[in-house]
């Protein structure tokens, strides 16, 4: 049994950082155990701003978009935002062709999403 964990999260103030371990974030369970951690985490912590962390990641399944539109619905009510960073070109692009670029700011690295959501907080 693989007991890989699907999602880390950590916090910079009142910022959390959501991270994927895996390079291929495909599995359906795995996805699903991420979302239920994510939903767990915001209810309990109610942070101003989640950035997405996608370093080293190089695929995933229109599923993960889902669980990051979940996020921001969640956040929502609270003002908070939500930001993805460190993406392929090939991830960027599906946020691009999905229209998910005007929803989701997207930034080149996690420092910089960081400073600019705390900044909006």
């Excluded at 895996?22 to 369970?29: L, P, Q, R």
């Excluded at 989640?50 to 399944?61: E, H, N, P």
């Excluded at 993960?64 to 960027?92: I, K, M």
Aim: include cysteine; hydrophobic fraction near 45%; charge should be neutral.
């Amino acid at each position: 049994m693989d007991t890989k964990k699907a999602l880390d999260i950590s916090s910079e103030g009142n910022v959390a950082i959501a991270r994927f371990p895996s390079s291929c974030i495909c599995d359906v369970e795995e996805i699903a155990n991420a979302s239920a951690c994510l939903r767990q985490y915001i209810d309990t912590h109610r942070p101003n701003g989640l950035v997405f962390d996608f370093t080293g990641v190089k695929f995933f399944s229109s599923q993960v978009l889902g669980l990051l539109l979940e996020a921001r619905a969640r956040l929502q009510p609270h003002e908070g935002r939500v930001a993805a960073c460190a993406l392929t070109s090939q991830l960027e692009r599906v946020f691009r062709v999905t229209n998910l670029d005007r929803i989701f700011t997207l930034y080149a690295d996690r420092a910089a999403a960081i400073e600019r959501l705390t900044a909006l907080a």
